[in-house]
């Protein structure tokens, strides 16, 4: 019996450090956040500015990443998901809300629709890619994700109504702003009804563990070999001592995560790298104007492509990381979770602060190509 007990893992301040600071090659990165704050108290070229803050919060991102999947490893796939999706959008959400206050509205609309398309397209893809390297399929929750494909297919209408409204009335502009305001809060309050069918009246169903599959070996083994193999692993099993059957779950081969965090040292390292991702974007959204006055870089490629990059560094490091992992609802909780948290609680909210700043231009209405 005693063989069993396992002794409790002791988490130690240095090893707590030592964990989120050298857990990832990429953290080698966070000297720009030094050299980022100083170039902007220092007058430097503003282009210079943007680049370093531009790779600062690439870092940061994944530490918040890491924080979040620390968490995750205590209270499960769906809150933990919920939660990686909440703070990876902190970056957008700070990015819009400093750009909002500096009146770069085109900044805002773009960077949002952007990381919905990357979150979907490119750490969707990259998440179902690298999961199949190893595996020959992989399962995931079917009805959390009909859910998300509803509600995303929702948004997807609520965003069109004012910019069809304003395509196919008279009116022009009269009107746009108070029908994307009406707009903004029944989202947000679908948002709502959301995390409470998420996380009370269903929360069995979002937590219902999906199957997993073993990884595929490397070596190539006939299929007579295989059902061979098979026969004499369930014989050697049923012929236990005790006639006891232990099978071994293909997750059992590898090794069983462990938190490397305590919740206080996740909570940390969450608040520190959030305030740092706020100074860094402050200091890049200011310096976008000198970026795009050069007439090589417009403001919606910025917004639309490259902001994008750094808001979704977070969700795309943690949900390809945990596909390689088999762990399939956790990967589509990140990457879905954050473009559909983006369309119905970002996006309305930054109508709603317009709305609350007077900047009427803030609003639904999206040109064409957006």
């Known amino acids: 019996m005693e063989d069993d007990v396992k002794p409790k893992q002791k988490l130690t301040l240095m090893g707590q450090l030592r964990a989120t600071l050298l857990g990832s090659w990429i953290n080698i990165l966070l000297i720009a956040v030094p050299v980022g704050i100083a170039l902007h108290y220092t007058g430097a070229n503003p282009i210079a500015v943007f680049v370093v803050n531009f790779i600062a919060i690439i870092p940061l991102a994944a530490m918040l990443s890491y924080a979040t999947e620390e968490i995750a490893l205590r209270v499960g796939e769906t809150l933990g998901g919920l939660l990686n999706a909440t703070f990876g959008n902190a970056v957008e959400l700070i990015v819009s809300i400093l750009a909002l206050?500096?009146?770069?509205?085109?900044?805002?609309?773009?960077?949002?629709?952007?990381?919905?398309?990357?979150?979907?397209?490119?750490?969707?893809?990259?998440?179902?890619?690298?999961?199949?390297?190893?595996?020959?399929?992989?399962?995931?929750?079917?009805?959390?994700?009909?859910?998300?494909a509803s509600l995303l297919a929702l948004c997807v209408g609520s965003l069109i109504i004012p910019t069809a409204f304003h395509s196919f009335s008279s009116a022009g502009n009269v009107g746009v702003a108070q029908i994307s305001r009406g707009t903004a809060v029944i989202l947000l309050v679908v948002y709502g009804a959301y995390l409470f069918f998420q996380l009370k009246t269903h929360s069995d169903m979002y937590n219902e563990p999906s199957q997993k599959v073993a990884k595929r070996k490397q070596t190539k083994v006939k299929e007579g070999e295989t059902i061979s193999a098979l026969a004499r692993m369930g014989g050697h099993a049923a012929a236990h001592v005790g006639g006891e059957v232990q099978q071994k779950s293909p997750m059992q081969d590898e090794e069983a995560e462990t938190p490397q965090l305590s919740v206080i040292g996740a909570v940390l390292t969450l608040a520190i790298s959030t305030t740092l991702v706020a100074l860094c974007a402050e200091y890049m959204v200011s310096s976008i104007n000198a970026l795009t006055t050069t007439g090589g870089i417009s403001e919606t490629f910025v917004g639309l492509i490259l902001l994008p990059i750094v808001g979704n560094a977070a969700e795309h490091a943690t949900a390809v990381t945990v596909a390689i992992k088999d762990k399939m609802d956790l990967s589509i909780g990140v990457a879905v979770g954050s473009s559909m948290q983006i369309a119905l609680l970002v996006l309305p909210f930054m109508v709603v602060l317009g709305w609350i700043l007077g900047n009427d231009s803030m609003t639904l209405y999206f040109d064409g190509f957006q």
């Open 101 to 148: 206050v500096q009146g770069k509205v085109l900044i805002v609309q773009t960077s949002l629709i952007g990381s919905m398309l990357s979150n979907l397209l490119l750490v969707m893809g990259m998440c179902f890619f690298f999961g199949g390297l190893n595996r020959v399929e992989q399962y995931f929750n079917v009805t959390v994700a009909q859910t998300a």
